[in-house]
């Protein structure tokens, strides 16, 4: 069993700058492939990246491609999540989650675990 706890959302203007954290406890995390998703008001949830183990190889949402990072310390158990220039359309809860298939990690349906969730708010 592993559970993860999200930080770092807020309120923030259009352009500007926000790192998510997500902490992980219980199952060996360094072993895990990490993802971000994120899930508007009536939408479906929305993969934003996702980063293999050891940090080795890393994917992106095509809305999201160019201004965010996402990087991970599996000696803090934390992965992390920079988002630059943000834009109002980036609003939404961002969920941290976890699977064992790098390949597949796009899909919300292969991950197992599944972070509270952090609130995203950009202003225009």
């Known amino acids: 069993q592993v559970e993860f706890v999200e930080s770092g959302g807020g309120l923030v203007q259009a352009g500007e700058t926000l790192r998510l954290s997500c902490v992980a406890s219980?199952?060996?995390?360094?072993?895990?492939?990490m993802g971000w998703f994120r899930q508007a008001p009536g939408n479906e949830r929305e993969f934003v990246a996702s980063?293999?183990?050891?940090?080795?190889?890393?994917f992106y949402g095509d809305s999201v491609k160019g201004r965010c990072t996402i990087s991970r310390d599996d000696a803090k158990n934390t992965v992390y999540l920079l988002m630059n220039t943000l834009k109002p359309e980036d609003t939404g809860i961002y969920y941290c989650?976890?699977?064992?298939?790098?390949?597949?990690?796009?899909?919300?349906?292969?991950?197992?675990?599944w972070g509270q969730g952090t609130q995203v708010t950009v202003s225009s």
């Open positions: 989650g976890s699977t064992t298939d790098y390949s597949g990690s796009y899909y919300s349906e292969v991950y197992d675990h």
């Open positions: 219980g199952r060996a995390f360094n072993n895990l492939v």
């Open positions: 980063i293999g183990t050891r940090g080795v190889g890393t």
